[in-house]
């Protein structure tokens, strides 16, 4: 199985010093990639209205279960994510 970890990146943390430092610890500790943020653009200061807007837009988190995975001792709990553009 591989893992991968999601890297924040945002400032003042998103220097060349900092993914350098993130990317040799990542690698180190085994993980088999790094995500990012799928935005162009990020802002420094933004103030979010969802997931929990009056208008009933957010994320939906759904339990799928709990799956028996080789390699793990214990079954693993599965959630699907997806987002509500209305209520």
Same mark, same amino acid.
């Given at each position: ?12 943390f ?6 350098k430092?993130? %990317?040799?610890?990542?690698?180190? @500790? !085994? ?5 990012v943020? +799928?935005?162009v $653009?990020?802002?420094d &200061? ?11 837009? %957010?994320?939906?988190?759904?339990? @799928? !279960?709990?799956f028996?995975?080789k390699?793990? +001792?214990?079954? $693993?709990?599965?959630y &699907? ?7």
């Open positions: 199985m591989k893992f991968g970890i999601f890297a924040p990146l945002v400032n003042p998103a220097t060349g010093d900092y993914l430092a993130l %990317g040799t610890a990542v690698e180190e @500790r !085994g993980f088999d990639s790094i995500w943020a +799928e935005h $653009v990020l802002f &200061e933004y103030a979010s209205q969802y997931p929990y807007a009056s208008d009933g837009k %957010g994320f939906i988190f759904s339990d @799928r !279960g709990e028996a995975l390699g793990f +001792e214990e079954p $693993v709990r599965v &699907e994510v997806r987002w509500q553009a209305s209520g």
